[in-house]
T-cell receptor, first 112, second 112 residues
Framework: GNSVTQMEGPVTLSEEAFLTINCTYT??????LFWYVQYPGEGLQLLLK?????DKGSNKGFEATYRKETTSFHLEKGSVQVSDSAVYFC???????????FGAGTRLAVHP | KAGVTQTPRYLIKTRGQQVTLSCSPI?????VSWYQQTPGQGLQFLFE???????NKGNFPGRFSGRQFSNSRSEMNVSTLELGDSALYLC???????????FGPGTRLTVL
């Protein structure tokens, strides 16, 4: 079946540190891949996406590359800010089926 | 363009009651999906509506139902509430077919 596995949190970093949140997936075919972010008390915001192998999604300094050979979509940011503190969700969606399958989420805490 | 709106934002009910949640999609979006978020199960897909028809359904009991109106607004109903139905219910809209989904702020349901 289709599934997403994320690294467990919480991830605690100092401001300006480098961030990596690992995400691997299992899927039939070639799904689209997404990162969503959830701030306290809010819904999910789309952070970035990639729809085919080797695509790189990027937004607000965050990046992730669709790696078919390792079935991964790791999230990276070169220099985190306190305002990046949130829960990050990796998700996949089959091309023919409008249903998102989410990972468990990774909580990020950034300290000044 | 206005985002996805959900009403009410917070709801408290008692066991055995029923509840209706409402979602207004982004203007022009015809697909509305519903997700349940709980600490134990994470984010799980409930169902998707497109052009007033349920197109996809997750693994939830029949107590969970929904509908979509001609203006694409959607409602979700849960009958005979159980304590385990306490969750954040998120609505997401997308243009047409498998497409990027944009989420609302959610409705926090507490069942006492």
């Amino acid at each position: 079946g289709n599934s997403v596995t994320q690294m467990e949190g919480p991830v605690t970093l100092s401001e300006e540190a480098f961030l990596t949140i690992n995400c691997t997936y299992t899927a039939t075919g070639y799904p689209s891949l997404f990162w969503y972010v959830q701030y306290p008390g809010e819904g999910l915001q789309l952070l970035l996406k990639a729809t085919k192998a080797d695509d790189k999604g990027s937004n607000k300094g965050f990046e992730a590359t669709y790696r078919k050979e390792t079935t991964s979509f790791h999230l990276e940011k070169g220099s985190v800010q306190v305002s990046d503190s949130a829960v990050y969700f990796c998700a996949l969606r089959r091309k023919d089926y409008n249903k998102l399958i989410f990972g468990a989420g990774t909580r990020l805490a950034v300290h000044p | 363009k206005a985002g996805v709106t959900q009403t009410p934002r917070y709801l408290i009910k008692t066991r055995g009651q029923q509840v209706t949640l409402s979602c207004s999609p982004i203007s022009g979006h015809r697909s509305v999906s519903w997700y349940q978020q709980t600490p134990g199960q994470g984010l799980q897909f409930l169902f998707e509506y497109f052009s007033e028809t349920q197109r996809n359904k997750g693994n939830f009991p029949g107590r969970f139902s929904g509908r979509q109106f001609s203006n694409s607004r959607s409602e979700m109903n849960v009958s005979t509430l159980e304590l385990g139905d306490s969750a954040l219910y998120l609505c997401a809209s997308s243009l047409d077919g498998p497409d990027t989904q944009y989420f609302g702020p959610g409705t926090r349901l507490t069942v006492l």
